[in-house]
């Protein structure tokens, strides 16, 4: 009779034990790389809505012209449901005296020349023209387990802590 030379059982858990920690590790590794990239994408975007408000709040210093903000007020859009829960996670004062806070839609974007700034859906760019300040009204969820969403934190946040 002629010897087999096949796996055994033991061989074959073995072999199924490394491969799954091989697929493991891929797995983890690449949604490291994609938080990364995706703080990294936010980081940019919030920085070049914010030179746009800095140009705008300019302007207005000079002409006190409510004309040259862009957006829609954010008391106008109380009532938005998006708005209502980024009012009630983020404490803002939006009735505060001398705060300009208006609501950046994509479309206000593309009127800002910032067409590659994409906003996700259901989410919005909340600025404060007097102080320059960008929210995001989506934030962005750490891995402290905190969300942010004022422009100043996120941009606060290092890449390499993020898992």
């Excluded at 690449?30 to 914010?50: F, G, H, M, P, Y």
């Amino acid at each position: 009779m002629k010897k087999e030379n096949g796996m055994t059982l033991i061989t074959t858990v073995i072999l199924v034990i490394v491969i799954a920690a091989l697929v493991f590790a891929v797995v983890y590794y690449a949604r490291i790389a994609v938080a990364k990239e995706s703080l990294e994408n936010l980081k940019t975007d919030l920085l070049l809505v914010q030179a746009k408000v800095k140009n705008i709040a300019g302007e207005y210093t000079l002409d006190k012209k409510e004309e040259v903000l862009k957006g829609t007020k954010l008391q106008d859009m109380k009532e938005d449901t998006i708005i209502q829960e980024f009012l009630k996670k983020e404490q803002i004062d939006i009735d505060e005296k001398n705060k300009k806070y208006y609501v950046l839609k994509q479309e206000n974007l593309v009127e800002l020349s910032l067409e590659k700034v994409t906003l996700e859906k259901d989410s919005y760019y909340v600025v404060e023209y007097t102080s320059s300040e960008v929210y995001y009204t989506k934030g962005f969820t750490y891995t402290d387990g905190k969300t942010y969403y004022e422009m100043t934190q996120i941009e606060n946040l290092e890449v390499e802590n993020v898992k």
